[in-house]
Each structure stands twice: as C-alpha cells, then as structure tokens.
C-alpha cells in the first residue's frame, strides 16, 4: 500500500471513526464556547490549524525557527510568525510573515518572504461528523522579491477547511485546502493542495506531545512539483494559561520535504479592544 493511500485513510479514520467516541463532539463544542480568553490556543506546531479562535479584541502571537536540512546537503533557516486578532465571537484575523536565511533556490538569501492574510470563521460548533467546523480564506501577496529567492513571484488565494473534535483529553484536527496561483512563472502550476491529520495530548502536567501527518499532492506541468507526505512530532510546554511552547522533528516520508528541527512559542499577549 502506498504511503499516499495510507496516510488519506489515517485521516478519514479520524474524521469519522473518532468522531464516534462517546462524548467528543460534546466536549470539543463545549470547549469552543467557554474557553478563558486569555487561555493560549496553540496553532503550532503543526501545519494544521483548528477550528478555535481568539476571543474578540484579544491579540495572540505565535514565533518559532525551523533549520532544514535537504538532500543535497543545502541548509535553510525561516523564522515564522504569525499574529491572530479575534475579530468577533468566532472570527479570528492572521496575519503571516517568516524571516529567512537561506532557502532552497539560493542559499544566500536573506530577508523576509512574501506576506500572508487570513480569516478564520468558525461554520459550525458540536455538529455530527465535524464537530467544530471553520474555514479559513487567505490571499499570500508577491511581497518579497522572487529573483532573491525570498518570495514565489505568486499572488495566492487558498481555502482551508478545518474540522475540530477533543477524544478523551486528546485534540484532533483535520485539514483539506487548496490554493490558487496568479502571476509568476508561466511553467509554475495554478493549483496546489493539501491535506493534514495531527493530534495534542497531555502527557503530565504541563507537558504534552504533538504529533502530525500531512501532505501535499503533487502538482503537473513543467514547473509541477512531486507529492509530499511527512511526519511531525514533538514534546510541548505549557508553564502558563497564556504561553506554551515547544520543539521537535520533521521527517520525510515521500518526496523532497526536508527534513527538520523547530522550536517556539505562542503568546496569548491580552485584550487591547
């Protein structure tokens, strides 16, 4: 069986299976609705996002670094961030930048990559099957320079669709989106996917263990890239309601991903409005 194959079941089996455990769509939808808003609500350190967002008026800022090492034995160094505005009772505003040193097309870059703005609404709260369902529209501009290295010379314009659910003291997100490409290379593909499975629990205290698989099938045309899947795991630190970080590894196991070493925080900072 492909790994492809493999991982598209994992992730159905969460989605549908798991949903059928007593009590975890009560709890999941529980949790959206009384949470403290000055609790932090992680995003990292998973490409997967949840269907959670910040309370309205309140500002919480997620920072990591990642070092990628490729096969070609060529080292990159990005510094994420991503800064989350609630904006209503289930509406939540991203803002994304990473700093870079080195990327895959030129080592010697060096600078900021190309902007990114989203929102985040919340459909749905403790529905059958999903759960707690949210969608998440963002457009990634040509902010940075495509000849450095630093940008893709793309505009972007993506749909994530977020499905939540708590199972016992574990949380579990699913992820399917897609992204459309403007501009740039004329030998660049126009469509990109992707999918993600990842899960958080407690392991003692205030120390937990996070755990993904994801991918992204390969694109066509003569600027087509070949699929990725890949494993993230990882120990997390939550010593206060309103910051938790963490670090851990990601390995490949199909196509050119990197692999990685990643550290962070997430910082709820408080309510400014």
């Given at each position: 069986?492909?790994?492809?194959?493999?991982?598209?079941?994992?992730?159905?089996?969460?989605?549908?299976?798991?949903?059928?455990?007593?009590?975890?769509?009560?709890?999941?939808?529980?949790?959206?609705?009384?949470?403290?808003?000055h609790e932090v609500q992680p995003e990292r350190p998973t490409v997967?996002?949840?269907?959670?967002?910040?309370?309205?008026?309140?500002?919480?800022?997620?920072?990591?670094?990642?070092?990628?090492?490729?096969?070609?034995?060529?080292?990159?160094?990005?510094?994420?961030?991503?800064?989350?505005?609630?904006?209503?009772?289930?509406?939540?505003?991203?803002?994304?930048?990473?700093?870079?040193?080195?990327?895959?097309?030129?080592?010697?870059?060096?600078?900021?990559?190309?902007?990114?703005?989203?929102?985040?609404?919340?459909?749905?709260?403790?529905?059958?099957?999903?759960?707690?369902?949210?969608?998440?529209?963002?457009?990634?501009?040509?902010?940075?320079?495509?000849?450095?290295?630093?940008?893709?010379?793309?505009?972007?314009?993506?749909?994530?669709?977020?499905?939540?659910?708590?199972?016992?003291?574990?949380?579990?997100?699913?992820?399917?989106?897609?992204?459309?490409?403007?501009?740039?290379?004329?030998?660049?593909?126009?469509?990109?996917?992707?999918?993600?499975?990842?899960?958080?629990?407690?392991?003692?205290?205030a120390i937990g263990l996070a755990a993904e698989l994801y991918g992204?099938?390969?694109?066509?045309?003569?600027?087509?890239?070949?699929?990725?899947?890949?494993?993230?795991?990882?120990?997390?630190?939550?010593?206060?309601?309103?910051?938790?970080?963490d670090a851990g590894v990601i390995e490949p196991v199909k196509g050119?991903?990197?692999?990685?070493?990643?550290?962070?925080?997430?910082?709820?900072?408080?309510?400014?409005?």
């Open positions: 069986m492909s790994c492809t194959r493999t991982a598209w079941r994992l992730a159905f089996f969460l989605l549908t299976g798991l949903a059928s455990v007593p009590g975890s769509a009560q709890q999941a939808g529980t949790e959206s609705s009384t949470k403290d808003p997967a996002t949840h269907a959670g967002t910040v309370a309205a008026g309140w500002v919480e800022v997620e920072i990591g670094a990642e070092h990628d090492h490729y096969r070609n034995h060529q080292t990159a160094l990005s510094f994420p961030a991503n800064f989350k505005f609630g904006v209503g009772s289930r509406a939540q505003l991203n803002l994304l930048a990473s700093g870079l040193i080195g990327t895959q097309s030129n080592s010697s870059a060096r600078g900021v990559g190309d902007v990114t703005l989203g929102v985040k609404y919340r459909l749905l709260e403790n529905v059958p099957i999903l759960t707690d369902f949210a969608i998440l529209p963002s457009v990634k501009f040509a902010s940075a320079s495509s000849s450095s290295g630093l940008g893709s010379g793309t505009t972007d314009v993506g749909l994530l669709l977020i499905s939540s659910r708590s199972i016992g003291t574990a949380d579990v997100d699913i992820n399917v989106g897609a992204t459309r490409h403007y501009g740039g290379d004329s030998a660049a593909p126009s469509l990109s996917t992707l999918w993600t499975a990842s899960a958080g629990l407690p392991v003692r205290g992204y099938p390969g694109t066509s045309g003569p600027g087509g890239s070949k699929e990725i899947v890949a494993i993230l795991a990882g120990p997390t630190f939550q010593p206060l309601k309103w910051l938790a970080m050119p991903q990197p692999r990685a070493f990643y550290a962070g925080l997430v910082w709820n900072v408080g309510k400014f409005w």
